[in-house]
């Protein structure tokens, strides 16, 4: 498994540092036998399972959100609240520069450290958290600025005090919204991206997908647990799920992925953040010359394309 090789890679750095700072007489022979070994393993990170990729997706360590905003963006400001009742920190929303023009950016994020992790509701949003998105790309309408979401969420907060505050209700009018706007829309997912909580900032022109992310309509427990009645074959779930960027862009739901370095996208996420920037410009290029109308035609026929429909 994916685990155990990056364990062992992890292993294998530390000790390739401790050496390169030693003085030992066999220093550079060892060194040239790790780096050898190293090559090895990254080797066999090059085709992996469904399962792996979920594993990955879901890495502590993965780039988030605020990772890709901070490395893609400049002049970030960002906005607060849903201006009807709170401000759910699992959205971060505002607006940016790409390549000196003005964007719309709205994501989930899920934080780093446990700390973070409880902050953000580990990137599942609450009906606060999409109408802040909602409101935010109302004004990227208005003010006609291209909208960039990034997915990265094991889908919205299922409590009882989002249910309460209308969950569905707020999914829903966010798709029904992101459907109707005459702006260019790409969305990145760039961990996971589960039901219907991903769906929400998912109705876009262009769908990008990272090598090893994932995106489907719930997750793979969620499905064992469903069909089996066992979470424990998750593994198996993953893979007749048709969940990895290959599946989707081969249904036609993906339109572009951006390659990983080897092990995943937090072994070298400044490569990672150039991988994905040159996908990016690519992508908003192709939206540039469209109308408004074909822009919102665009976005109907991609979403009726979906399955070879």
Not at 205 to 213: D, V
Not at 215 to 231: H, M, Q, R, T
Not at 253 to 278: C, S, T
């Amino acid at each position: 498994m994916i685990r155990e090789r990056l364990e062992v890679l992890d292993k294998l750095e530390k000790k390739i540092a401790s050496i390169r700072e030693s003085k030992s007489l066999r220093k550079q022979e060892r060194l040239m036998n790790l780096k050898t070994f190293k090559q090895d393993l990254l080797a066999e990170c090059k085709e992996l399972n469904p399962a792996e990729k979920v594993y990955l997706a879901r890495h502590l360590d993965r780039p988030r959100t605020d990772d890709y905003v901070a490395a893609l963006f400049t002049d970030f400001f960002p906005q607060r609240g849903d201006h009807l009742y709170d401000n759910d920190k699992s959205i971060l929303g505002g607006i940016g520069r790409y390549h000196g023009q003005a964007v719309t950016i709205v994501g989930q994020r899920k934080g780093h450290t446990a700390k973070e992790n409880v902050e953000f509701n580990f990137g599942m949003a609450c009906p606060e958290g999409y109408r802040k998105a909602m409101r935010i790309m109302e004004q990227a309408e208005k003010f006609r600025r291209p909208i960039i979401t990034f997915v990265d969420t094991p889908g919205a907060y299922p409590g009882k005090e989002a249910e309460e505050h209308g969950q569905g209700e707020a999914i829903a009018r966010s798709m029904a919204f992101m459907s109707k706007l005459t702006v260019p829309v790409v969305t990145i997912v760039i961990g996971e991206g589960n039901s219907g909580g991903a769906l929400a900032l998912s109705v876009a022109n262009r769908i990008i997908m990272l090598e090893n992310s994932v995106y489907s309509v719930l997750s793979p427990e969620g499905f064992a647990s469903i069909l089996w009645k066992d979470a424990s074959r998750h593994e198996e779930a993953c893979e007749i799920m048709k969940l990895t960027a290959e599946d989707l862009k081969e249904a036609k739901v993906a339109d572009a992925i951006v390659e990983e370095p080897l092990g995943g996208a937090q072994r070298n996420p400044k490569l990672q953040f150039e991988y994905l920037d040159k996908v990016l410009e690519k992508e908003l290029e192709s939206l540039k010359g469209l109308s408004p109308a074909a822009l919102r035609e665009d976005r109907f026929k991609k979403f009726r394309s979906i399955g070879g429909l």
